[in-house]
């Protein structure tokens, strides 16, 4: 079992930053693809980023076409720890952010374990 509780969601402008923490508990979280997923009002939960698993130091990141090159994500092993820094924030990046935790992929059956959700508003 893993829980993941996300944090560090909040109102900012246009063109500002947040950074998006999930703490996992449990001792198999460097085994897990982490991912995070986005769900705008009226709209389906979609992919935002995800982190394989870490293979010594190295890991890959893989990014939605829409968050390319404004969102990094991280994982911090010995804080058991996902991060998604979020730059150059847009009106149209608002939505509730989930972390999730899997096997990897794009979909959400590709994730077993879910956090609760962080709301990111972006004012224009």
């Known amino acids: 079992q893993v829980q993941l509780v996300e944090s560090g969601g909040g109102l900012v402008q246009a063109g500002g930053s947040l950074r998006l923490s999930c703490a996992a508990s449990g001792r198999t979280f460097s085994s897990y693809v982490m991912g995070w997923f986005r769900q705008a009002p009226g709209k389906e939960r979609e992919f935002a980023a995800r982190i394989t698993r870490t293979v010594g130091m190295t890991y890959y990141a893989v990014y939605a076409d829409s968050v390319k090159g404004r969102f990094t994500i991280s994982r911090d092993i010995a804080k058991n720890t996902v991060y998604l820094q979020m730059n150059s924030l847009k009106p149209e990046d608002t939505a509730v952010y989930y972390c999730?935790?899997?096997?990897?992929?794009?979909?959400?059956?590709?994730?077993?374990?879910w956090g609760q959700g962080t709301q990111v508003t972006v004012s224009s």
């Open positions: 999730a935790a899997g096997r990897g992929g794009a979909r959400e059956s590709d994730y077993d374990y």
